[in-house]
């Protein structure tokens, strides 16, 4: 289902999109950030995820419009990668609170935070590798 309106709100960091139903969701930089579709994030099949760390301060600075079926966000950190479809960004405003709470519990248990230190380089993988 694609929005009927989006709306970008820089100073706060967040996605407002509306859908013809009336459902108004408001999806944060930060939480578009660590769920991009790309590659970078998802790996190239399962097992390959890679866990996004540091994130928390992550703006979308700006948007393009990707034929008629998605969208490009472009994220303050160049990441710029991931493709949003409809159906994603559908998938996202109605899961939103669930797939929040996994991100967390994820980090929870690679000992990894939202916030980068200074100095600090944070690469971790969802599932470790076997050699």
């Known amino acids: 289902m694609q929005p009927t ?26 939480f578009l950030r660590v769920n991009s579709p790309s590659a970078e994030v998802r790996g190239h099949g399962p097992g390959q995820e890679v866990l996004q760390t540091g994130k928390i301060d992550v703006k979308i600075d700006n948007l393009d419009a990707v034929g008629n079926y998605a969208i490009r966000l472009h994220f303050s950190d160049d990441h710029n990668t991931g493709i949003y479809s409809w159906e994603y960004l559908r998938e996202l405003c109605l899961h939103q609170a669930d797939m929040w709470e996994s991100y967390l519990l994820k980090l929870k248990q690679a000992g990894a935070r939202r916030e980068n230190l200074p100095g600090d380089v944070q690469v971790v993988n969802i599932m470790p590798i076997n050699d």
Not at 5 to 28: A, F, M, Q, V
Request: aromatic content about 8%; glycine content about 12%; charged content about 35%.
């Open 5 to 30: 309106d989006i709306k970008l709100h820089r100073k706060t960091g967040i996605l407002e999109l509306k859908y013809e139903d009336g459902g108004i969701y408001s999806l944060p930089a930060e």
